[in-house]
């Protein structure tokens, strides 16, 4: 009887709740039951693989343009974390459909500790958190050199600048690495990672990201 009474108390105030506070969409702020509504996902255009120097598979799911970069923006600079979990499940459906069983551990490209200090989360690991947890190794790649903001560096400058930036974990010698990043611009930074992981004796290196640039 208390059980019955506590559900139907439950679910009035469910619904009390989503009839004061109704659910918006985090991208364009209109009414939606989910975080990013059926307009903005449509707005969303699938990608094909870029190609990047040392590693096996690319994947980016969105290109990095619209909808698609506003949400990358938004989670980055905005702490938008009720993006996150909508982003991060299409991160985990194009991990089940092109990656799954082919990979060992899942490693989040790491930002430098200063950087994170300041923004309190690492979006690339929040990008991961629907991915299998059994999988995920965090502290498979360490950011040793803090690089500056490097929008307006090209390539050659870029992938100068991000030598050496990156340091990875002995423990991945042998294993399929699967890189996930937010936005793929230059691919100066997969390189590189996957550059230290093969250093650390990584049989495979793949990455998967949420956008990437034209
Ligand atoms: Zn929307």
């Known amino acids: 009887m208390i059980n019955t009474a506590k559900r139907l108390w439950n679910s009035f105030s469910d619904e009390l709740q ?5 659910a918006k969409c ?8 989910t975080p990013i509504c059926d307009l903005c996902q449509e707005e969303l255009k699938p990608v094909a693989s870029p190609t990047i120097q040392g590693i096996e598979k690319v994947l980016s799911v969105y290109w990095y343009e619209g909808r698609a970069s506003q949400a ?15 982003m991060a499940d299409f991160m985990a459906l194009a991990y089940t459909q092109d990656f799954a069983d082919q990979i060992d551990w899942i490693v989040p490209v790491p ?27 965090c502290k498979g790649l360490q950011r040793i050199k803090p690089t500056s903001a490097q929008a307006s560096l090209d390539r050659a400058h870029r992938l100068n600048s991000l030598k050496g930036a990156f340091n990875a974990s002995k423990a991945v010698h042998g294993k399929r690495i699967l890189l996930v990043d937010d ?16 250093l650390a004796g990584a049989k495979q290196v793949n990455a998967l990201s949420f956008a990437c640039v034209p």
């Open 111 to 137: 930002i430098h500790w200063t950087r994170r200090f300041e923004r309190g989360f690492n979006q690339s690991e929040m990008l991961a958190m629907a991915l299998p947890a059994d999988k995920l190794f």
């Open 26 to 33: 985090g991208l364009c702020s209109s009414w939606s039951d």
């Open 183 to 198: 936005v793929i611009t230059t691919g100066a930074t997969i390189e590189q990672c996957g550059h230290a992981l093969k």
């Open 72 to 86: 990358v923006r938004m989670l980055k600079y905005g702490s938008a974390t009720q993006l996150a979990g909508a």
């Open 18 to 22: 989503s009839a004061v506070y109704p």
